[in-house]
């Protein structure tokens, strides 16, 4: 069965109203299924949590600074990197900067190639289509970060959640690197 879930408008709460942090513990699949209630809409963020390890989050701030001095920006740089996948509607990459996932979840982010065959006329039904052909049967979980929480404003992403032993049995999944 599939998975379609989105990130609550407010975190959860732990205790005494305590805010788990996860950049001390690791996100396991009920973690992430907690996190992002279901969908159809795929659309949300994470308000707020920190979901990735300290040092994890260091590497990509530095990372965005660098990528604003060469590119004039994360979005420069995905456009530019996203330019080899002209014929492509939809490219997946690894997360490089990931959340502190569990050992056998996959940090993986699709992306709606503003410079693709079908610009404009790729939604939410057709990225679940897609996602439905290439991982028959297997769960996953993807959701779009509200704009507070976007790194790269400019072009429609999504972060996608999988099994690495769904990945293995899916069908043509291309996983690229940007």
Do not use: C
């Not at 959860?12 to 996860?22: I, M, Q, S």
């Not at 660098?66 to 080899?84: C, F, H, M, P, S």
């Not at 991982?135 to 507070?148: R, S, T, V």
């Amino acid at each position: 069965m599939l998975k379609f879930v989105k990130a609550r408008t407010q975190a959860p709460k732990f205790g005494a109203g305590e805010r788990l942090d996860y950049s001390r513990a690791k996100i396991n699949w009920g973690d992430l299924q907690a996190l992002f209630e279901k969908s159809e809409g795929g659309s949300g963020g994470h308000s707020g949590l920190k979901l990735r390890l300290k040092s994890v989050q260091g590497e990509y701030i530095s990372a965005l600074g660098r990528l604003r001095a060469e590119y004039g920006g994360i979005d420069n740089y995905i456009r530019a990197k996203l330019e080899a996948h002209r014929g492509q509607d939809l490219v997946i990459t690894r997360n490089k900067y990931p959340y502190n996932l569990a050992p056998g979840i996959i940090h993986l982010v699709l992306w709606v190639n503003p410079l693709g065959p079908k610009v404009g006329q790729i939604g939410l039904p057709e990225i679940h289509q897609y996602l439905a052909g290439k991982i028959e049967g297997a769960q996953y979980i993807l959701f779009k970060n509200e704009k507070a929480h976007q790194s790269v404003r400019s072009i429609t992403h999504y972060q996608l959640f999988m099994k690495q032993s769904a990945y293995r049995k899916s069908k043509g999944l291309s996983i690229v690197k940007l």
